[in-house]
């Protein structure tokens, strides 16, 4: 007998906000920092020597804004329904007067496991597929994803699971930027087994780690 789909309910495949932390590695020391608006030095912006890393997230006008601990990057009142695809823009700058290579990694730092229709336990990180583009321009990365009608070719580069990922490591010179896609998709394909029942909410919390290294001359 065929199994019928149920319509999926409107919070059961919303995705928390993206926390950015940052951190640099010299040598053999390594520091971390979580950043908060409250802070009277930090602002987003990791100092170590003459590191300057800035993180910002590309608003709906077009603008970015940096991205500080309780920034919420993601509207977690989307609905992640089989055939969606979120695609947002982020901007990674080196301000200081050194270059450095970095890294990006997405791990899944919290989760609430659900219940589907069929009465078995899920998670929704392992339904949700994801990517992470870069390209040195935003009109070279909107070649690689796709305008917000061409989303088709945003969901070529999003076929990864939600786990521990880390990038390829990438030169950002002094003063140089560069741009990134993170893109979310719940393929069309799935069904009835990551649509929840009862009263849990299936949840996953997601972060967003950048980590520089000082090239040594």
């Not at 967003?208 to 000082?214: D, G, N, P, S, W």
Request: glycine share 6%; net charge negative.
């Amino acid at each position: 007998m065929t199994k019928v789909k149920k319509p999926f309910k409107r919070i059961a495949l919303s995705l928390s906000l993206i926390l950015m932390m940052l951190w640099a590695m010299l040598g053999t020391s390594t520091s971390v920092a979580w950043f908060s608006d409250t802070s009277t030095t930090l602002h987003n912006i990791f100092h170590m020597g003459e590191f300057k890393l800035v993180v910002s997230y590309q608003q709906e006008d077009g603008t970015y804004q940096r991205i500080e601990q309780n920034t919420k990057v993601l509207n977690d009142e989307d609905l992640y329904e089989p055939g969606f695809v979120k695609v947002q823009y982020l901007k990674v700058e080196n301000k200081g007067t050194q270059d450095f290579d970095f890294k990006a990694a997405v791990q899944v730092t919290a989760y609430q496991e659900g219940t589907n229709v069929y009465g078995e336990p899920f998670r929704l990180q392992d339904y949700i597929r994801f990517g992470l583009v870069f390209a040195d321009t935003e009109e070279a990365l909107d070649a690689l994803v796709g305008k917000p009608d061409q989303r088709t070719v945003a969901v070529s580069q999003a076929d990864d699971l939600l786990n521990d990922y880390s990038s390829d490591t990438m030169l950002l010179a002094a003063g140089a930027v560069k741009y990134a896609a993170l893109i979310l998709r719940m393929p069309e394909e799935v069904g009835n087994e990551a649509n929840y029942r009862l009263e849990t909410v299936p949840t996953v919390e997601l972060g967003l780690v950048f980590t520089a290294e000082q090239i040594h001359d």
